[in-house]
């Protein structure tokens, strides 16, 4: 006997099983918890607390830069002291040398008007003297030597201008000398003494004529004695 055909196999189906599915929770609404006004409190006292931290800082700052420019300030005013008290003190030496020079001047001023005062009474002596005795002298000396048949003598401001030309000569000679001494550092110095003083004859001018006065007709006949000499 053939075995009979094979047919499709047939599985019985199998029952799926599938686990029950928990119901959906519902959302639990946010519960603070702990002393939450205690938190905000203190949260808006840092904020607040960073505010001021922030101003302190802006005004230290600003505290500090106004220091710094305060000692420089006072550092400016000490140099400027330690100046002013130089100042003073140069001031009050610049003073009391003025003094000096201003007493001086006054001494010099005292000395020039007494200078100045002997001058003119030198020369009004003079003037006296030429004017009177000394006219009166050589008017009798030029005639008893036009008697003698001699030249009248010559006056006497002619003897001092050759006196006054005499020393200007020595002088400029001198100040070569001294010129020519002093160019030549290597060579000794030149010994000529110069000249002190005024003029020879011009310092007691006035007081050999006043010294001569009485005598003047006697010193006129010498002089005249001793041109008929010649």
Excluded: F
């Amino acid at each position: 006997m053939s075995a009979p055909a094979a047919g499709p196999s047939t599985v019985a189906p199998h029952a799926t099983t599938t686990a029950p599915q928990p119901p959906p929770q519902k959302s639990q609404p946010l519960v603070a918890t702990g002393n939450w006004t205690t938190e905000l409190v203190h949260l808006a006292k840092t904020a607040e607390l960073k505010k001021h931290s922030l101003t302190l800082q802006l005004h230290t700052a600003n505290i500090v830069a106004a220091h710094n420019t305060l000692e420089q300030k006072d550092k400016a005013i000490q140099d400027i002291k330690e100046q002013k008290n130089r100042l003073d003190s140069e001031r009050a030496r610049l003073l009391n040398a003025l003094a000096e020079i201003n007493a001086d001047r006054d001494k010099v001023d005292l000395l020039e008007a007494s200078i100045t005062r002997e001058c003119a009474d030198l020369r009004q002596q003079i003037q006296t003297l030429q004017e009177g005795e000394y006219a009166i002298a050589k008017a009798d000396v030029d005639s008893l030597r036009a008697e003698l048949g001699q030249p009248p003598l010559p006056p006497i401001q002619s003897k001092l201008d050759e006196k006054t030309s005499q020393y200007l000569r020595d002088r400029r000679v001198n100040g070569e000398k001294r010129t020519a001494s002093d160019s030549q550092p290597d060579h000794q110095p030149s010994t000529t003494k110069r000249p002190r003083g005024r003029p020879k004859g011009s310092k007691n001018r006035g007081g050999k004529a006043g010294g001569n006065a009485p005598n003047g007709s006697a010193s006129a006949s010498g002089s005249a004695v001793t041109g008929g000499a010649a």
